[in-house]
């Protein structure tokens, strides 16, 4: 089992910055991908940045260029600065971890997605 817990979010002005943290802990062995999502009631669960355990990266079109996603394998955390920030980025933020885990019905390695709980972001002035 992992658990995420995220950290960062807050009240932020236009303009402003910042940076989100997710930290995993448990029974940790591997984790491939580390994700950013938010979502609003109203809107479906999008995809805001993803990082793989190398280090590679993809972002979403709208925050390329603002938004800075990375991560310490060390302390199994992954991190999201935000900068420039815009008010169609309030949202909750959440965090997504891919665990590599033994199915013993299968007898094969699987990755099992796990979430946290969310963290509030709110752009306004």
């Known amino acids: 089992q992992v658990q995420l817990v995220e950290s960062g979010g807050g009240l932020v002005q236009p303009g402003g910055s910042l940076r989100l943290s997710c930290a995993a802990s448990g029974s940790i062995f591997h984790i491939e991908h580390m994700t950013w999502y938010r979502q609003t009631p109203e809107k479906q669960r999008e995809l805001v940045a993803t990082i793989n355990r190398a280090g590679s990266t993809n972002y979403s079109d709208p925050v390329k260029d603002r938004f800075t996603i990375s991560r310490d394998n060390a302390k199994n955390t992954v991190y999201l600065q935000m900068n420039s920030l815009k008010p169609e980025d309030t949202d909750v933020y959440y965090c997504?971890?891919?665990?590599?885990?033994?199915?013993?019905?299968?007898?094969?390695?699987?990755?099992?997605?796990?979430w946290g709980q969310g963290t509030q972001v709110t752009v306004s002035s």
């Open positions: 997504n971890a891919d665990h590599i885990e033994w199915d013993r019905d299968q007898r094969s390695w699987y990755y099992r997605d796990y």
